[in-house]
């Protein structure tokens, strides 16, 4: 089964039809740069033209970064504007390419359920947290491969700052970190949560993932283990195709 997926992230929207028997993009994504400020109306336009760009007909699954209930409305939006907030996403973006049924789902949610399904999770048991490290940070919590959704993990305090603003990528290119720098970080950042959650394995997502030799080997003192996503940067794309697929 072929059903599109589409990613919106602070700095990117991007998209492509997805192969769900094999998790894995049926052709090369397309991108745009997400529009700022980030409103409805001109994300909409975005999604619009990667979802033309392939003259894709059927069911769409669209990541939000933020919560997102009932598959549907957003209830925050740290990194996008904030009159996202309350908006019914599924029918504004439903509305934007043609009336195409829409499944949104948040951003790390969809990318989390992509890695269990097909990736670094597989057939892992216990307690597996997926992390996305980009514009902020995403969270997805798995329990014995159930997702707990929308648990928004980068926005705990963390030395009286919101985690994110001190461990995100956005962070380490703003503040001109160095990896050994924005390890140090990511460390004080997995160990806050690890306290919290003990899971038995981090799963590292995001653009980030990319680079995981640059950096993974310098955190330390962490008991769970630390893995890069399998599916990189295309997880969350993967993901929404396969709500999408599931709410239809």
């Given at each position: ?6 990613d919106?992230g ?5 998209g492509?039809?997805v192969?769900?028997?094999l998790g894995?993009?049926?052709d090369?994504r ?10 409805p109306?001109?994300?909409?336009d975005?999604?619009?033209e990667?979802v ?5 007909t059927g069911?769409?699954?669209i ?10 409305t957003i209830?925050?939006?740290a ?12 029918a504004?973006?439903s509305?934007r390419?043609?009336g ?8 790390a949610?969809?990318?989390?359920v ?5 990736g670094?999770g ?6 597996v947290i997926l992390?996305?490290?980009?514009t902020?940070?995403?969270?997805a ?5 159930v997702?707990?959704?929308?648990t ?7 030395h009286?700052h ?5 461990a ?11 990896w050994?720098h924005?390890?140090k ?7 806050h ?9 981090f ?7 990319r680079?995981?030799s640059?950096f993974?080997?310098l955190i330390?003192d962490?008991?769970?283990?630390i ?8 997880a969350?794309?993967v993901?929404?195709a396969m709500r999408?697929?599931?709410?239809g």
């Amino acid at each position: 089964m072929h059903i599109f997926g589409v990613d919106i992230g602070g700095s990117g929207i991007k998209g492509a039809p997805v192969d769900l028997d094999l998790g894995d993009l049926t052709d090369e994504r397309h991108k745009v740069l997400t529009p700022h400020p980030a409103t409805p109306d001109s994300v909409a336009d975005g999604v619009k033209e990667v979802v033309d760009h392939f003259g894709w007909t059927g069911p769409v699954g669209i990541t939000f970064p933020g919560v997102v209930t009932g598959g549907a409305t957003i209830r925050t939006a740290a990194n996008v504007d904030k009159s996202w907030i309350d908006v019914d996403a599924r029918a504004l973006l439903s509305e934007r390419i043609g009336g195409l049924p829409v499944t949104v789902v948040n951003d790390a949610d969809a990318a989390g359920v992509a890695e269990v399904q097909f990736g670094a999770g597989r057939a892992r048991q216990g307690t597996v947290i997926l992390l996305t490290f980009g514009t902020g940070i995403g969270s997805a919590v798995f329990s014995d491969g159930v997702l707990v959704p929308n648990t928004e993990l980068g926005h705990l305090e963390l030395h009286g700052h919101d985690a994110e603003t001190r461990a995100s990528t956005k962070a380490k290119d703003d503040h001109e970190l160095t990896w050994e720098h924005w390890a140090k970080r990511v460390t004080k950042y997995l160990a806050h949560v690890e306290m919290l959650f003990s899971p038995e394995l981090f799963i590292i997502g995001g653009g980030v993932s990319r680079k995981s030799s640059k950096f993974l080997h310098l955190i330390e003192d962490i008991r769970a283990e630390i893995v890069p996503a399998q599916l990189q940067n295309n997880a969350g794309i993967v993901g929404a195709a396969m709500r999408a697929a599931k709410a239809g």
